[in-house]
């Protein structure tokens, strides 16, 4: 295992060995070794490398972790923040590795792509900007290109103000989402609607975020039939898929159902 110091030696390790394993909390990754799925033949862990330790308005490092982003300024991935895993695992884990595992249920993900975050690539030759939406390739699949790293995620200057997030699970605490999703609305009426853990990656709910934003310029208040309908929408843009966490048809409902409070409590606020 390599442990450099700088973000400069990181990046010549990685232009050195090119395809070698990145560690940082190793939440994800110790789980696999552990069950003897995978061997990596070199390893270079990141945890002593301050450029990936910053957290502004703006910019996250990839070394940041969970427990820091409890008190992010950013109400929804706060509240992502902790709903991940206990104490323990939100003291080690980063939002570099929930970006780098690209798992469909990864809790930052429908926050990051919801308010239109880019990854920053870092490579010894230079930095690239990634989408979100174009970073997340598939299920535990990235853009990432051989040597490359996630410096960290950018922000949007002013992303939407009210915001939330919600996820259900198979069990109360420590859960994995079997569905979650993300709300921002603006003053605007720009809306936003991200779900995780019910598609190969986040999804954007395109029409529900469309009739959103014209149904609630007239509502002080969601109607029942605005909420019935928001929800049907986000339902339908969903694809799930079944597996030992939930039925297809059970996230498909699922994640209309904490759209529809997410909506509630954005329009609340």
């Known amino acids: 295992m390599y442990r450099p110091a700088t973000l400069g030696e990181t990046l010549d390790l990685l232009a050195a060995r090119p395809h070698a394993l990145i560690l940082a909390g190793g939440t994800d990754v110790m789980v696999e070794v552990n069950l003897r799925r995978f061997r990596p033949e070199v390893v270079v862990s990141t945890r002593r490398v301050p450029d990936l330790l ?5 910019f ?39 970006l780098g595992t690209a798992s469909p249920a990864g809790d930052s993900l429908p926050f990051l792509a ?47 103000a009210r915001q939330a997030f919600s996820k259900v699970g198979p069990r109360q605490a420590m859960t994995i ?31 529900a975020e469309a009739f959103a934003a014209e149904a609630l310029a007239a509502e002080a208040a969601p109607s029942e039939a605005t909420l019935d309908e928001f929800h049907r929408l986000v339902s339908k843009a969903a694809r799930p898929v079944t597996d030992h966490r939930a039925t297809a048809e059970y996230r498909r409902r699922a994640v209309g159902v904490v759209a529809r409070r997410a909506l509630q409590r954005v329009m609340a606020r």
């Not at 910053?54 to 703006?58: G, L, Q, V, W």
């Not at 690539?121 to 040597?147: E, M, Q, S, Y």
């Not at 609305?185 to 019910?198: E, H, K, M, P, S």
């Open 54 to 58: 910053e957290a502004t308005d703006r």
């Open 60 to 98: 996250i490092g990839a070394g940041v972790t969970f427990a820091r982003l409890e008190s992010s300024p950013h109400r929804a991935l706060a509240e992502a923040a902790r709903a991940v895993g206990s104490p323990q695992i939100r003291a080690r884990a980063t939002i570099g590795g929930n």
């Open 114 to 160: 919801a308010a239109g975050a880019e990854v920053v690539a870092a490579h010894r030759d230079g930095r690239r900007r990634i989408a979100v939406a174009d970073f997340l390739t598939g299920p535990k699949r990235n853009a990432l290109r051989p040597g490359e790293m996630i410096l960290g995620v950018a922000l949007p200057d002013k992303p939407p």
């Open 177 to 207: 989402a079997a569905a979650s999703v993300c709300v921002l609305r603006g003053d605007d009426g720009d809306t936003r609607v991200a779900l995780g853990a019910v598609g190969p990656t986040v999804l954007r709910a395109v029409e």
